[in-house]
């Protein structure tokens, strides 16, 4: 009962004392928060936002590059100009290619070696660094290594073919706009195969014995196995390198650069490259500086979505995960 005296004026004193320290405890901890995220936030601003920013200005503009700010606005002329561009457009679908490609070929290329690479065998972890090199060596060593393989005269792939008989099979490679995406899609699967291979193979050894074990026991051959166990259970780790392949590929730059510098004739150009030739090569930045803001457009409506519909579960998965380590 409650006394008439006053006597719950104390406890409510004592309670109101009580919720000070918790005060100062969250306090503090959004102070520790803010103090470790600041650094980060503001390197965040200056090294992604400000550009993005820059460049959504910029292409508003017919510049040249030079002087501190443009000044001849043009409002959307140069995105206008873009989709009566035919190097532009064709950058759109070599991209869609090395894409299609890329997930079509690459990625079941590492898929298939980690599975191989996961069983029981002689030198097992130098096959896996021997797969792997390639990635850790840099683009620029290795498109100046493919040109010199895929060199029309003196080029090791053409003298392979000639020494076995194949001498019909011999090309131009990368000076032939029929053969040049298909070549270097061969360079990209060299280098960055060995990438995927490593995140499958970590995806494969995730996967508990017992699982395949019990399947096995239950009857099951090696491709049911496959099929119905291990390939469902590696799905989070495929959506993951499907994502990056495609996002890899959209803004791959390098490569081409090296060994092409997108010739033949523009037939091996990205939007990348392309974007660098009328920046650097031609002094047209705004109309670069367009072709990045779609660059950037295409990503994020891709990652977006991609997470939206394709990775959900794994997300939503991974949030529950957290709450219920808390």
């Known amino acids: 009962m409650t006394r008439?005296?006053?006597?719950?004026?104390p406890r409510e004193a004592g309670r109101r004392a009580g919720d000070r320290p918790a005060r100062r405890f969250r306090l503090r901890a959004w102070a520790t928060i803010?103090?470790?995220l600041l650094p980060a936030l503001v390197l965040f601003c200056l090294l992604v936002v400000a550009p993005i920013l820059l460049a959504l200005y910029a292409s508003l503009f017919k510049w040249n590059g030079f002087g501190v700010l443009p000044t001849d606005f043009i409002g959307l002329d140069n995105f206008t100009r873009l989709f009566e561009d035919e190097i532009f457009l064709g950058d759109l679908w070599r991209g869609l290619l090395l894409i299609v490609l890329s997930v079509g070929v690459q990625l079941p290329l590492a898929l298939g070696i980690a599975l191989l690479l996961n069983q029981p065998m002689r030198g097992r972890a130098v096959y896996r660094l021997l797969f792997f090199a390639p990635y850790v060596v840099s683009e620029v060593i290795a498109a100046v290594l493919f040109t010199m393989v895929f060199s029309p005269e003196q080029g090791l792939a053409n003298r392979i073919l000639t020494a076995i008989?194949?001498?019909g099979l011999t090309s131009t490679w990368l000076a032939d706009p029929s053969t040049v995406m298909?070549?270097?899609f061969i360079v990209m699967t060299w280098k960055y195969f060995g990438f995927y291979m490593i995140i499958f193979l970590a995806g494969r050894q995730a996967i508990p014995s017992e699982v395949t074990e019990a399947a096995a026991i239950d009857g099951a051959n090696t491709w049911q196995i496959f099929r119905h166990v291990t390939l469902p259970l590696l799905g989070p780790t495929i959506r993951i390198g499907v994502f990056l392949s495609v996002i890899g590929t959209i803004q791959l730059f390098d490569l081409v650069w090296v060994l092409t510098g997108g010739g033949p004739i523009h037939t091996s150009e990205t939007l990348a490259v392309t974007m660098f030739q009328y920046g650097f090569a031609r002094y047209q930045v705004g109309y670069a500086s367009a072709i990045s803001v779609v660059m950037f457009i295409i990503s994020l409506v891709f990652a977006l979505g991609y997470q939206r519909w394709?990775?959900?579960r794994d997300i939503e998965g991974a949030i529950t995960g957290m709450k219920d380590h808390r």
């Open 4 to 9: 008439l005296d006053g006597a719950t004026e």
């Open 310 to 312: 394709v990775m959900r």
């Open 165 to 167: 008989g194949l001498e």
């Open 34 to 36: 803010a103090a470790f």
């Open 182 to 184: 298909y070549t270097l």
